[in-house]
């Protein structure tokens, strides 16, 4: 009776294991591009190029006040929340946001202040 616990607990972590390495794969398979900072249809909100840093902080400040926008990473004593500029933080709250609304008319409006490129940002600058 031991043997055959020790094969079911085998077979058990093999499938774990398997299933992993395939959930992973999946996703790399899914958002590898054309190594032009490109990926098939995704879509990333950024705040415009022209944008006060005022109107940065007013939206990261309201992005990152939604129930739905995990702002955490860039949350003082995070990750990236020293290393990265005001603009790059404010673009992760934003980006996050309109990952959450995207099916949403104006998801990535922000007063104007925002746009919605087909770039990956972290390919284009620091990005947290």
């Known amino acids: 009776m031991e043997s055959l616990s020790r094969v079911s607990f085998l077979l058990l972590a093999a499938t774990v294991v398997f299933h992993l390495f395939s959930s992973a794969t999946a996703v790399e398979a899914r958002d590898v ?3 032009d900072g490109s990926t098939e249809s995704k879509k990333w909100c950024v705040p415009k190029t022209e944008v006060s840093d005022d109107d940065l902080q007013k939206n990261l400040e309201w992005a990152c006040g939604q129930k739905d926008v995990d702002c955490g990473p ?5 990750a990236c929340s020293e290393s990265v500029n005001a603009r790059s933080r404010a673009a992760f709250a934003m980006n996050s946001y309109y990952r959450k609304h995207e099916t949403e008319p104006g998801s990535c409006d922000f007063r104007g202040t925002a746009e919605v490129i087909d770039k990956d940002p972290s390919k284009l600058e620091t990005f947290c």
């Open 74 to 78: 860039i949350k003082a004593g995070a």
């Open 33 to 35: 591009g054309e190594g």
